[in-house]
């Protein structure tokens, strides 16, 4: 009787790591989200809202490729806050990355042309602030 229980308990510990194994193949690992960038766009010192901005970190030193981490679209005072997992912020902390700025929006707030803007190693959060050109309007009627 005391094998039987014996080769339950060993069966149940079995399956258990299985799952726990099926669940991590299925859905990834674990990993903890954090906020990895954030700052403020701006065109001609005033804020810009409805903008793209978008994060990613390099792999190595010598990459000249950047992984894409988020992105997040300003808000009505050209807030942004990026949130990644925790292993980019020692991507970022180790080899830098690049902050990407693009006006989705159209004429809604302005045309503006997109900013690509580079960064060395530091830790997380990364504060960039972003000051974008307005796209000049073509007169109308032509």
């Known amino acids: 009787m005391k094998a039987f229980r014996w080769f339950e308990k060993a069966l149940l510990a079995i399956l258990s790591l299985g799952v726990t194994a099926v669940i991590a193949a299925c859905y990834g690992g674990y990993y903890v989200m954090q906020k990895l960038a954030g700052g403020k766009v701006t065109s001609g010192g005033l804020p810009v809202g409805g903008i793209e901005v978008c994060l990613s970190s390099k792999s190595d030193a010598a990459s ?45 707030n302005g045309q503006y042309e997109t900013k690509v803007v580079d960064f060395g190693p530091q830790a997380a959060p990364v504060t960039v602030d972003i000051e974008l050109t307005k796209v000049a309007e073509e007169p109308a009627g032509e």
């Open 64 to 108: 000249v490729e950047a992984d894409l981490v988020g992105c997040a679209t300003t808000d009505e005072v050209g807030q942004y806050d990026i949130e990644g997992p925790d292993h980019e912020a020692n991507q970022i902390l180790n080899y830098g990355g690049r902050v990407e700025a693009t006006d989705k929006d159209g004429v809604t």
